[in-house]
């Protein structure tokens, strides 16, 4: 069997001592963790090894002796391997180096006192592989799919992930440099000092009364939306209809999320607090971009007074097209009742709508300037009360919308029944089923009467339908940019694309091995480097989960709805019921 030895690089150079490690359990594999100088005593090592497994709940312990020969330390090989009878293993690993050789000197010496050297081949077969590891990047990386180290699992872990679990476990170790006084020295990644920032410091000072503060402003936030007329029929109909309201819902979640005062217990919590954190401050961002643009250049009264022809463009526009849908369209001959009826219903509610614009044009501007300055909130709340103020400006299309889906859906649906009625069929309501069923001479009259009359009104309303539904489809267009730009800033992770990006070792998928030296007389080295992450999968693993997260309506089923006339949200969740 292979014995395979995890060392760090920043040991290679290490002076003379004792390698600190831990075997993994159920694989003949052992990880080195650090190195303790010469001199020391072991009842002060093991004093210390103890210490350390009560605070990292990892095994570590004396894996063996590692040499580095200088001068006036002959006899400190034999010292060190007469150390094997005071920190008994079931292994005892030996290694050495001598200056000018790349590689390492092996011998392994067995609890029964066997020697195991590493030149001794059986069929071909290495005994000892040494895998050299960058300790630091081990230790930060997290290795995908994510396992927490608490997380119960019927698989059990791999050798890989038990080797970077050990060293993300083991910080306490790590803690320990040659500027700290005690009786004991180590190598390891941060022996040469710990890495260590004065403003870093002070931001994890200021940061806990902040979110303290701020969790307090969350909670009388959330006492004020726990009023009771906010929760009335009519004022919750409206605030889930309104974009302005659910970003708002959404921005409190993602508040109490990051500025919750208890730390992080996971890594996709970690995550997910970083990513939403970062968003928002891009969110703030843009939005005092956007601030600075529209108050430069006088902007919003250009805006409010190109707005209000624009509207009454539009009006004018709907106006004709209603009068070419009053005549003879594209030379179909309609029902002229109804198609009189219907022109005349629609071009009141435009007359209504231009009234209505021409009454709030004094106070557009004012309007715009205040709406402009929700921006400092973020850029999704600029977009959001955009999206609102196209619904406002587009009611009378989205009304033109519904009556004529509405209608076009009571015909269609009276058409499906009558059709049933000529096969002696009916839908059974409790058993949600088509059932066989009898019926008279009259029933059958009058079915026929009623099929006749709404298969002769049928192409007039298909008709408007069919015009407004395409007028509501670009304006669904419109906002649904909207929305996907905002979803899209509340769900992108920008903290684990700039880790992928800036730190690809962050985020491991796997890691990759190269022969890094193959001498005579001594083991194979190999040099394990770590894979990054693929970009997508980091977009898969770290997205905020937000309503387009969820599934939607396919394309089927949205020309379905679109044939029988049933009113359409794209942007609405699948599970969420639409009026």
């Known amino acids: 069997m292979v014995l395979k030895i995890f060392f760090p690089q920043c040991c290679n150079t290490a002076d003379s001592g004792l390698l600190v490690g831990r075997w993994i359990p159920g694989h003949n594999s052992a990880v080195v963790l650090a190195v303790i100088h010469y001199p020391f005593i072991p009842g002060q090592v093991k004093k210390y090894l103890s210490e350390l497994q009560s605070q990292t709940q990892v095994d570590l312990t004396v894996l063996g002796s590692w040499s580095m020969p200088k001068e006036g330390q002959e006899g400190m090989d034999s010292f060190l391997k007469d150390l094997s009878t005071i920190f008994p293993q079931k292994s005892w690993i030996q290694l050495s180096r001598e200056i000018g050789k790349t590689g390492f000197t092996c011998q392994v010496v067995q609890n ?3 020697l195991l050297q590493d030149q001794e081949q059986k069929n071909g077969d290495d005994k000892i592989i040494l895998i050299h590891y960058d300790q630091r990047k081990v230790m930060l990386s997290q290795l995908h799919p994510v396992q927490d180290v608490g997380q119960k699992s019927d698989v059990e872990p791999s050798e890989l992930r038990l080797v970077f679990q050990t060293a993300a476990q083991s910080q306490p170790l790590f803690f320990l440099d040659k500027y700290d006084d005690g009786p004991l020295k180590l190598t390891h990644w941060q022996s040469e000092g710990r890495e260590a920032s004065i403003i870093a410091e002070l ?11 701020l969790t307090w402003l969350l909670s009388l936030w959330h006492w004020l939306c726990s009023f009771r007329i906010l ?6 109909f409206i605030s889930s209809k309104l974009s302005t309201c659910v970003q708002s819902g959404y921005r409190a979640v993602h508040f109490q999320t990051v500025f919750s005062p208890k730390k992080a217990t996971t890594h996709m919590d970690f995550m997910r607090k970083a990513n939403t954190f970062v968003s928002f401050l891009v969110d703030m961002a843009l939005g005092l971009l956007l601030i600075s ?3 430069r250049e006088n ?4 805006l409010a007074d190109t707005l209000v022809p624009v509207a009454d463009r539009v009006a004018k526009e709907l106006q004709e097209l209603l009068e070419w849908l009053m005549g003879a369209p594209a030379g179909l001959k309609m029902n002229r009742a109804l198609d009189q009826v219907l ?15 021409h009454l709030m044009s004094p106070f557009i501007e004012r309007i715009l300037w205040y709406v402009g300055l929700s921006a400092c909130l973020g850029l999704t709340f600029a977009l959001s009360i955009l999206s609102d103020i196209v619904a406002l400006l587009t009611f009378h299309i989205y009304c033109f919308y519904v009556y004529g889906a509405r209608l076009y859906c009571l015909k269609i649906y009276g058409l499906s029944s009558l059709w049933r009625l000529f096969r002696g069929k009916k839908w059974n309501v409790l058993r949600q089923r088509v059932d066989s069923c009898s019926y008279d001479l009259d029933q059958l009259f009058i079915g026929t009467l009623l099929f006749t009359i709404l298969l002769f009104l049928l192409p007039t309303t298909a008709l408007y339908y069919l015009v407004f539904t395409l007028l509501r489809l670009v304006v669904v267009l419109f906002q649904g940019v909207i929305h996907l730009s905002v979803d899209f800033i509340n769900s992108f992770p920008l903290f684990a694309i700039g880790l992928r990006i800036c730190r ?8 990759k091995f190269k022969v890094l030296c193959q001498e005579p007389g001594s083991p194979l080295h190999l040099m394990m480097e770590i894979n990054p992450l693929k970009c997508s999968a980091v977009l898969q693993c770290y997205r905020t989960p937000t309503y387009s997260c969820y599934p939607k309506d396919s394309w089927a089923a949205l020309c379905k709805k679109l044939f029988v006339g049933e009113l359409i949200y794209p942007w609405k969740q699948k599970t969420t019921k639409t009026d």
Do not use: T
């Open 293 to 295: 643009w529209l108050y």
């Open 203 to 213: 931001l994890k000072q200021a940061s806990v009364p902040v979110c303290i503060f």
């Open 343 to 357: 022109g005349r219903f629609f071009l009141y509610h435009i007359h209504l709508w231009i009234s209505y614009i």
């Open 299 to 302: 902007r919003i009264s250009k």
């Open 112 to 114: 029964n006192g066997k």
């Open 504 to 511: 690809p070792y962050r985020l491991a998928e796997g890691v």
């Open 231 to 236: 929760y009335l029929r009519p004022v919750l």
